[in-house]
């Protein structure tokens, strides 16, 4: 498949070509990444996550719920993309509202990973994900609650983008958790991840959370010879499989014969990670998700009365969002809101002040994005496991920095590798020169 940096010099009858290339290989490879072929017009075409609205589209967010509804206007984003030479081509998979780590509690079935069909491609953006590393994307649209776009892009071998927190409009992405929530670019490459983040930025009126700081373009200034001050979290790689300590071991002396300075550090446990995000979360879901009642939005599940059509039509929720939604209830409860979600709230910024206390002496942070590989299909069989690979990328979104995930190499299956970096709040130049940097030094 051709770069984003390639395509955006060919022509619109060749990109019309590439279209139905991809639409052809996307329905002969069975990976199950698109559960839609739509095409918003002429430009390069991006693969869209099923939870961003695209006028006059089925937007569904891997969701029985939604079945039947059409988006009456378009995203930021897809203005944004619009604006810049891009359309919008293709729905992909994902995790149900954007709640799993696997793509396995979809509607539609479950993503396989191109890397190995019985493998899970990540989650929640795992249809993203794998559609570029398969070829049948030129490059992909995901959203990051928990780490949706970096996982999935570890799991996969591409490269995928999480911005700072406001820096990409959020109005017209089905809300998971507000506070939370960020669109960003899967793609090929770095440079390609840089284009597409370019072109994804604004200040949005519509977007309360929106930031109104200048914006220059990365793409422009990028530098892989800048030399970086990069931290690494010794105590985090513990809790790695061995094929990850040693490709984050490997990475590091890269790095450092690059030319960049590697300190060491330690962060709180990872625990206190999950805990405070999986409280935050699904209170924050909880208030989202009230609103599929079967009379504003829903597929609605006529009853005998009202609360039989109420609680018939939540029923078509999957078992993960049912659960979440249940714990949500429970940490906003008047009986314990102070005792876990007031609580997490607080430990939030000692998250954020840890984070700021490295990048006092750091540019970037180095971290793993996921404890093991991609595990295989059907291997999580309780969910507290699955919330356990999160461990590494959650952090980053309770703090509301931005990070990037790149592979580094592959296990002895052939399954890929990836690596993150995080970065300081609002300085995406520095993650994106040290991500092509690294890109440059480990050279798949």
């Known amino acids: ?23 052809a290989k996307a329905r002969k490879s069975g990976l199950n ?5 739509e095409s918003a017009g002429e430009g390069v075409p991006i693969l869209i996550k099923d939870n961003i609205q695209v006028k006059d589209w089925a937007v569904t967010s891997g969701s029985e719920i939604l079945q039947g509804y059409v988006a009456p206007y378009n995203a930021t984003v897809i203005e944004n993309l619009k604006a810049k030479g891009f359309s919008a081509f293709g729905r992909a998979n994902m995790d149900e509202f954007a709640m799993g780590s696997t793509t396995e509690s979809s509607f539609y079935g479950v993503t396989r990973n191109p890397h190995g069909e019985d493998r899970v491609p990540g989650g929640s953006s795992g249809g993203s994900a794998a559609a570029v590393a398969g070829g049948m994307a030129i490059a992909a649209l995901g959203s990051d609650t928990g780490g949706s776009i970096r996982q999935p892009a570890a799991y996969c071998g591409c490269v995928g983008m999480k911005p700072t927190y406001g820096r990409v409009s959020r109005f017209g ?39 109104d700081l200048p914006i220059e373009s990365i793409v422009d ?37 690059a030319g960049h300075t590697i300190i060491h550090g330690n962060m709180a446990n990872t625990k206190y990670d999950i805990a405070t995000y999986y409280i935050v979360a699904t209170a924050e879901a909880t208030t989202n998700l009230a609103r599929y009642d079967g009379i504003r939005y829903g597929n609605r599940q006529e009853g005998g009365n009202l609360a039989e ?44 002040d840890e984070f700021n206390e490295i990048f006092e002496e750091a ?9 093991t590989v991609a595990p295989k299909i059907g ?59 690294l890109e440059q030094v480990i050279n798949l």
């Open 309 to 352: 059509t109420f609680t018939n039509t939540r029923d078509l929720f999957g078992d993960e969002v049912k659960r979440r939604i249940l714990l949500g209830n429970f940490v906003l409860s008047s009986g314990y809101y102070d005792a876990y979600y007031l609580k997490a709230q607080k430990v939030r910024h000692l998250i954020r």
């Open 379 to 437: 291997s999580f069989h309780d969910p507290l496991e699955m919330y356990k690979s999160d461990m590494y990328t959650i952090a980053i979104n309770l703090a509301g920095l931005p990070a990037i995930s790149v592979p580094v190499g592959k296990d002895g299956d052939g399954m890929p590798i990836g690596l993150q970096l995080i970065g300081k709040a609002f300085d995406e130049q520095a993650l994106f020169d040290g991500a092509l940097s």
């Open 173 to 211: 992405l089905a809300s998971y958790a507000s506070s939370l929530d960020q669109i960003g670019p899967i793609t090929q490459t770095v440079e390609d991840a840089a284009i597409l983040y370019d072109a994804l930025v604004s200040h949005d009126e519509k977007d309360s959370t929106s930031s």
């Open 221 to 257: 200034n990028l530098n892989a010879d800048r030399k970086l001050t990069i931290a690494v979290i010794d105590n985090y790689v513990a809790e790695a499989s061995e094929d990850i300590q040693n490709a984050y071991a490997d990475t590091i002396k890269a790095l450092k014969k």
């Open 363 to 371: 540019d970037l942070i180095l971290s793993p994005v996921a404890p």
């Open 33 to 37: 990444a698109y559960v839609g072929f």
């Open 1 to 23: 498949m051709i770069t984003l940096k390639e395509a955006l010099t060919k022509s619109q009858e060749e990109l019309d070509a590439l279209k139905v290339e991809m639409e």
